[in-house]
């Protein structure tokens, strides 16, 4: 999962079928949470330097939604 700004959520960015299957089955999954600045740099190395800036900066300056993560949270 990666950590985005200003309360964005996290994202699983891979594994989403195991992760449907254990919610499906009531079985534990396991996820490695990436921190904000490794998340940045995994989006600059697959989209590029400028367009990860670009969305990474929209992001940070949304607003949080009610369903959001926020720091130090889990679900």
């Not at 089955?25 to 940045?40: C, Q």
Request: proline share 7%; with cysteine.
């Amino acid at each position: 999962m990666v950590t985005l700004p200003s309360g964005c959520g996290r994202p699983l960015i891979d594994g989403n079928h195991r992760a449907a299957r254990a919610l499906r089955d009531d079985t534990e999954v396991l996820a490695y949470l990436l921190p904000e600045a490794e998340t940045l740099q995994l989006l600059r190395r697959s989209m590029g330097q400028a367009t990860a800036d670009h969305y990474w900066n929209r992001l940070r300056d949304s607003k949080p939604r009610p369903n959001d993560i926020q720091e130090g949270e889990s679900r």
